[in-house]
């Protein structure tokens, strides 16, 4: 389970302040009716301050916490590290959401530059890097819209992240217009994080085929380079799910009672070099496992190209074992993979 840094619960507290609960309560649910019914998930209604204090409580920990499980893939994949990332470019950054994951990952990068079009985004993402501290020093708040804002960046950055952002613009050459500038942007490794819904999804298929297009070498988290096996499904598409901590504000601004919540998300994950780990070209667990009588059955995505159904069976001790630990998003082993029991095809 993702939990927010003690450092940055502080800061969003901070944020909060004295904001009476049924103001927040009120702004919460006037965002949620209308990212519900927004085209392109853009909510076009003017925000008043209780709006962004009701986002950083109960929208942020979501994106930080899908942003924060992806850029930790990389990381153990090998991508990067305390001096591998020294440059890095936030694109409609909010309030700083990638910087601040990469800060509760223990990175520090020496320059960064966060893009974002809502200048009061860009003073609470200011805010919170200074209250959490370990963000880079150098970093530049740039207001501008994303493709624009990255044509002015002089310089290409070892990482760019687009998290949350891609999915708002306003037509599909608007998105094929910012990906491209955030690859041309990109020195190392790019991030593109959407929703896990099946719009979301289609974001990421949109972009993983443009992004091939230009080149780019994926790390994830598809174990191949071929067409993807769920973008024709009328059924499935290719999600992930991160479980984070939620705090007693953020029950109540959401109306629940569990202490956690589940944040599906989409995501593609390409650079300019291969990856330096072989682990993301084995299968990867694009379903919920399940433990039955039979053994473990789960969907896995597989480095030729094709989606299973697959079954790891309780006769296979050692797979088995391994394979009761299959969490939605690992990759598999391939020793696990070589006992499968094949049940069909994914459609």
Not at 308 to 324: G, Q
Request: aromatic share 8%; glycine share 8%; charged share 25%.
């Amino acid at each position: 389970m993702v939990q927010l840094p003690e450092t940055l619960v502080e800061a969003i507290e901070a944020e909060v302040g004295q904001e009476p609960a049924a103001r927040l309560e009120k702004a919460q649910a006037e965002l949620s009716a209308c990212y519900r019914t927004a085209a392109g998930g853009i909510c076009p209604t003017p925000w008043r301050d209780e709006h962004y204090r009701a986002y950083l409580v109960a929208r942020f920990p979501a994106t930080f916490a899908a942003t924060y499980v992806v850029l930790d893939e990389i990381l153990k994949l090998g991508g990067g590290g305390a001096t591998g990332w020294e440059t890095v470019i936030d694109v409609c950054a909010g309030p700083g959401t990638a910087l601040l994951a990469l800060a509760a990952l223990g990175l520090r990068p020496k320059r960064a530059w966060l893009l974002e079009r809502d200048s009061n985004f860009l003073a609470i993402a200011r805010r919170l890097a200074e209250h959490v501290g370990g963000t880079a020093d150098g970093t530049e708040y740039c207001r501008a819209e994303a493709a624009e804002g990255l044509e002015s960046i002089g310089m290409p950055a070892d990482l760019v992240v687009c998290a949350y952002g891609l999915g708002e613009q306003s037509s599909a050459e608007a998105r094929a217009e910012l990906l491209r500038a955030a690859w041309e942007r990109t020195k190392g490794v790019l991030v593109v994080v959407e929703p896990g819904t099946p719009q979301g999804a289609r974001t990421i298929f949109e972009g993983r085929r443009m992004l091939l297009e230009l080149g780019a070498h994926l790390w994830g988290p598809c174990p191949h380079a071929a067409s993807c096996p769920l973008e024709t499904s009328e059924r499935r598409w290719c999600h992930f799910s991160v479980r984070l901590a939620r705090s007693r504000l953020h029950r109540m601004l959401k109306g629940g009672t569990l202490t956690y919540e589940d944040e599906r998300f989409s995501y593609v994950v390409a650079a300019r070099f291969a990856p330096p780990s072989p682990s993301n070209a084995r299968a990867r667990v694009i379903s919920f496992p399940r433990l039955t009588n039979a053994g473990v059955k789960f969907e896995g995505c597989l480095a030729d190209g094709r989606a299973e159904r697959i079954l790891i069976p309780k006769r296979e001790r050692e797979a088995y074992r391994v394979a009761r630990d299959l969490r939605w998003g690992a990759t598999v082993p391939d020793h696990v993979l070589a006992v499968r029991v094949v049940r069909g095809a994914v459609q």
